[in-house]
């Protein structure tokens, strides 16, 4: 998939105002309306400008935009990176990558599905804010008080989009999984009239962990090994995100065993299942010794690592 200039498409820069980019539009259809405009292709440049002048009238789809067209230029491969989206606050159905495996650019941001905004009743709720937050992963064993800052597209007095900025006081409790959300109640839109306000939901991700991986409630390690803690087994303490654990190696352990410790996982309910997958390291053999120790196991070993491979 190839990224699109909307704002070339519309004729505007980067900092046109709302209105700006209203009235090139308005221009711009006019020319190549399929039914007056004799331009060539005149109904795909009509396609065009309706699929940029959707996400930039929109200040909401306008800043997630913005903030793909820092990372892209104009037909290059595109590809939203993982988690690009954290910290922003939306009202009404917040931005997924349901439409990813669509064709389009604007699916791929913003999925098939449009908002459904509210009525425009003189008392009525405000709608609900949604936003996706990242977590360590010792929050969801302890559970935790956390300040979460969120950004929210607004427009501005001059017509210029913005991101108005804001923390939050969120309580994390304990065995929370990624995907699930947390709602705070009267954090969304104001209400109008004596409507009451929104919700803000929190779609909770984790934080990349330089040692543990999360699957569902399920965690995994991979523990490294010497050669001869693999062969003869031993007794190691094993790293959880809540404190040291100790774990037997059974002797004979292969690389890519996988061990379980049950219940040591996100304590949801059910609990979840810490896994350790054993690597081993071999120790290099710089000096003399070391190097006279790896051929007494050759000599004391009758072992052919490629016997697999004959015949």
Not at 132 to 144: N, P, S
Not at 164 to 177: A, C, H, M, N, Q
Not at 184 to 204: F, K, M, N, T
Request: aromatic share 8%.
């Amino acid at each position: 998939m190839k990224f699109k200039d909307y704002y070339e498409t519309v004729g505007v820069p980067r900092g046109a105002t709302q209105d700006e980019i209203k009235a090139a539009y308005r221009k711009l259809a006019r020319k190549y309306h399929p039914d007056v405009s004799k331009e060539p292709e005149a109904e795909e440049r009509f396609k065009e400008l309706g699929e940029a002048y959707a996400v930039l009238k929109d200040p909401e789809k306008r800043a997630v935009y913005d903030q793909m067209g820092n990372q892209w230029k104009a037909g290059q491969d595109f590809k939203p990176p993982p988690g690009w989206d954290t910290g922003f606050e939306f009202s009404g159905k917040d931005f997924g990558f349901d439409g990813m495996n669509q064709s389009d650019l604007f699916e791929t941001l913003f999925g098939r599905q449009g908002r459904n905004p509210q009525g425009k009743s003189s008392h009525a709720r405000g709608e609900d804010h949604h936003a996706k937050v990242l977590i360590d992963i010792e929050d969801a064993y302890r559970g935790a008080q956390r300040s979460i800052s969120l950004r929210m597209p607004e427009v501005d007095a001059q017509g210029h989009v913005v991101l108005k900025d804001r923390t939050l006081e969120v309580s994390i409790p304990k065995g929370i999984r990624a995907g699930q959300h947390l709602r705070l109640v009267g954090q969304g839109e104001s209400g109008r009239g004596e409507g009451p306000a929104g919700d803000l939901y929190l779609e909770i991700n984790f934080n990349k962990h330089p040692l543990f991986r999360v699957e569902g409630s399920d965690v995994l390690l991979d523990l490294p090994l010497a050669p001869w803690e693999a062969a003869m087994g031993c007794s190691l303490a094993v790293m959880t995100p809540v404190g040291d654990v100790q774990l037997t190696i059974p002797a004979d352990s292969k690389a890519g065993r996988q061990l379980r410790l049950k219940g040591r996982g996100i304590p949801a309910n059910p609990p979840g299942d810490l896994y350790v997958r054993l690597s081993i390291v071999l120790p290099s053999a710089k000096t003399d010794s070391e190097k006279e120790a790896y051929r007494a196991m050759a000599r004391a070993f009758d072992f052919n690592p490629r016997a697999s491979l004959k015949g």
